[in-house]
Every structure is written in structure tokens, then in C-alpha cells.
């Protein structure tokens, strides 16, 4: 079964407007960790953002923000005022705690239009 | 500043070679992964390795085998090479732990790009 899904597979987004990209998971451990990462067209994985199980706020990092609702197991990405830099693959992500591996959606790429 | 390294950013390989995919941390990092990257299926995993000479089987470990002599380095091995291999492979390494806290983050190398003729 899908432990991570992202249902969006493309996404477009004017200058300076806001996106959410969307992420469900799936687990039966109480406690776990979500991330979301960028791939840029180079391909290297960059961190943006960690949301933990147990965390009572939603994580910030300056424009990304993550809306984690635990019931209904979402954490989308919100990326504020976009820039045509944040063109790229974004990739939602678990780590269980009984586990030491990550589980990987199958992307979302963000084009940025000016 | 955190370090992934993998040793080849582009390869072509023959069907039927023999490739080695190195990889090497900086981080003193316990755990260490290896992924495949395929359009519209995100990544993969193969194998990972939470110790030296420890490894454990991912999603997808057929046609793949894994070393770790020394603790920053991972090398993933395709025994012989296919064209269903052609694919971009990442390596990863990440703390030993709890999966809460920010810094069990997971780094990324740069990605290997395969080709397989």
C-alpha cells in the first residue's frame, strides 16, 4: 500500500502567489516524521521543511510553511510569494519511528510562471 | 556544511556490465541508503545500511547488491547491468534514531545518472 501519496503531479503557479502542494500519508506509528524536499532540474535533494507527529504547531521556514492536520494524515507544503526559482520536483516524505528508512511520494512538479 | 558524495554523475554502461555506484559521508552518519529515481514513481528504495557490514533489503533490491566495509562508505553494485536499470540512483545517509527531531533529516548526494545500452 502507498504510504505516501501526493496527487497532484503538476502544478502551476503565477509570480508572487501562493501554492499549496498537497501530501497524505499513511501509518499506524504514533510517532513519525514528515518532510518535504525540492529536486531542482540539477537533481540534488534540498530539506526545506519537518513537521513531527507530536509537534503541536505547524513548522515554518521563512516561505515554506507545512498545514499538518494529524486526522485526517496531511501535511501539504505551502510556499508563499513563489518565485520562479522554486520551479522544481517537490517530494513529500515519512520516517516511522520503529523504522530507520524513508518513505517517498511520487512528486509534485511546481512550475512557476512569471 | 554536510556532505553526500557519489563518485559518478554520468554513466553509460553495456548491457551485461558490471557497475559500481560509490558513495561516501562526511557525517559520521550510521545510516546509509540507496535509491532509484524513475518519473512518476518518486524514489525507490533499494537497499540501506544502519551499520558497517549491515544491510538491509529495500522495495526493490532484485538485480542490486549493496557493500559497506567502512562506515562512511556505500557502494551499490549492479552485478550485470540491464536496460531497466537506466535510471538516476541516489545515495543517502541520515542519523541512527528516533524518527522525531528535524536533525534525523535524511541528506542527499548529488544523484548518479545511468545509462545502460
Known amino acids: 500500500a502507498q504510504k505516501i501519496t501526493q496527487t497532484q503531479p503538476g502544478m502551476f503557479v503565477q509570480e508572487k502567489e501562493a501554492v499549496t502542494l498537497d501530501c497524505t500519508y499513511d501509518?499506524?506509528?504514533?510517532?513519525?516524521?514528515l518532510f518535504w524536499y525540492k529536486q531542482p532540474s540539477s537533481g540534488e535533494m534540498i530539506f526545506l521543511i519537518y513537521?513531527?507527529?507530536?509537534?503541536?504547531q505547524n513548522a515554518t521556514e521563512g516561505r515554506y510553511s507545512l498545514n499538518f492536520q494529524k486526522a485526517r494524515k496531511s501535511a501539504n507544503l505551502v510556499i508563499s510569494a513563489s518565485q520562479l526559482g522554486d520551479s522544481a520536483m517537490y517530494f513529500c516524505a515519512m520516517r516511522e519511528n520503529y523504522g530507520q528508512n524513508f518513505v517517498f511520494g511520487p512528486g509534485t512538479r511546481l512550475s512557476v510562471l512569471p | 556544511d554536510v556532505k553526500v558524495t557519489q563518485s559518478s554523475r554520468y554513466l553509460v554502461k553495456r548491457t551485461g556490465e558490471k557497475v559500481f555506484l560509490e558513495c561516501v559521508q562526511d557525517m559520521d552518519h550510521e545510516n546509509m541508503f540507496w535509491y532509484r529515481q524513475d518519473p512518476g514513481l518518486g524514489l525507490r528504495l533499494i537497499y540501506f545500511s544502519y551499520d558497517v557490514k549491515m544491510k538491509e533489503k529495500g522495495d526493490i533490491p532484485e538485480g542490486y547488491s549493496v557493500s559497506r566495509e567502512k562506515k562512511e562508505r556505500f557502494s551499490l553494485i549492479l552485478e550485470s547491468a540491464s536496460t531497466n536499470q537506466t535510471s538516476m540512483y541516489l545515495c543517502a545517509s541520515s542519523l541512527l534514531g528516533s524518527a522525531r527531531g528535524q536533525g534525523n533529516t535524511i541528506y542527499f548526494g548529488e544523484g548518479s545518472w545511468l545509462t545502460v545500452v
Open positions: 501509518t499506524s506509528d504514533p510517532s513519525y516524521g
Open positions: 513537521q513531527g507527529s507530536y509537534d503541536q
